[in-house]
């Protein structure tokens, strides 16, 4: 697996960790930002199915 490095806003950063942790929906930092951008993907996804932009192939 790659990894990257990105910066983020502080209250992002603070968002992000109140579902970070026990307990909470993600189990670190790492597994909430693959979450979020495999959600924001499928959202861009449905966007361009719906407006006609998928290559018949996908």
């Known amino acids: 697996m790659a990894k ?19 307990d909470k929906k993600f189990v670190n930092r790492s597994d909430a930002v693959r979450a979020s951008i495999r959600k924001t993907l ?7 199915e719906r407006h006609n932009r998928l290559d018949e192939d996908e």
């Open 4 to 22: 990257i490095s990105v910066e983020i806003p502080d209250e992002l950063l603070t968002d992000l960790d109140e579902h970070v942790g026990d």
């Open 42 to 48: 499928d959202i861009l996804d449905e966007i361009d």
